[in-house]
């Protein structure tokens, strides 16, 4: 699930999707990058609005692989400390998320991959995810990142038992908008209302 957050301001009145970084004690926090004007303003104000929780909750398991690219940690960050046995694999460009993240390694196993080598396994977070799945063929699998990298999760899986956290730009957040269709085997669909977690056999990718 994810809220939508809006600021007090007259020249930004679209609110943005963030999604749950993690619950504690009351406090809800988000896992924010500052790449552009909001997220630089929301970042260093108190003054805005929230709404939600909206959107669907993700399946349950009792297991699972989650496999996050960038920013796409964030939701499976929560996910994941709510699964009883996990194995996180984190995918950045350079070694920028494992602060954020570090408290899942007592939980259970995490691989950290970059693409510059400077931690961890150099590579992509899907090539840990073939490895893994030579042995786990029936466990199943979470992820969130950029497109290109849930096409290729999809391709590993053959979308068996596989899960995708998808991300498009909305203006609602309730589906009242129509700005965050997919395309998917069932005809469009919209990431706020229907998703934002899809069964990745349903996702048709263009």
Known sequence: QFFMLTLERLDIFLPRPFSVFDFQNGVLSFLIKPIGRFTNLIM???????????????P??????????????APLHFHA????NFIFIAGSLTDDLRFFISD????GRVIYTTEDGSYGVKGLATEPLEEILKEKREI?????????????VKEITGGRNTYLYMEQVMGCGTGGCKGCAIK????????????????AVEVIFE
């Open 104 to 107: 899942l390694e007592k939980r």
């Open 140 to 152: 199943t699998v979470f992820a969130c990142g950029p497109v290109p990298m849930l096409e290729k």
């Open 44 to 58: 260093n104000t108190d003054d805005f609005h929230i709404m939600g929780p909206l959107g669907n909750p993700a």
């Open 184 to 199: 998917t085997t069932d005809g469009y669909k919209m990431v706020c209302s229907d998703g934002p977690v899809f069964n």
């Open 81 to 84: 400390k709510q699964t009883e």
């Open 60 to 73: 349950f398991a009792t297991s699972g692989i989650f496999v996050g690219g960038g920013i796409g940690v």
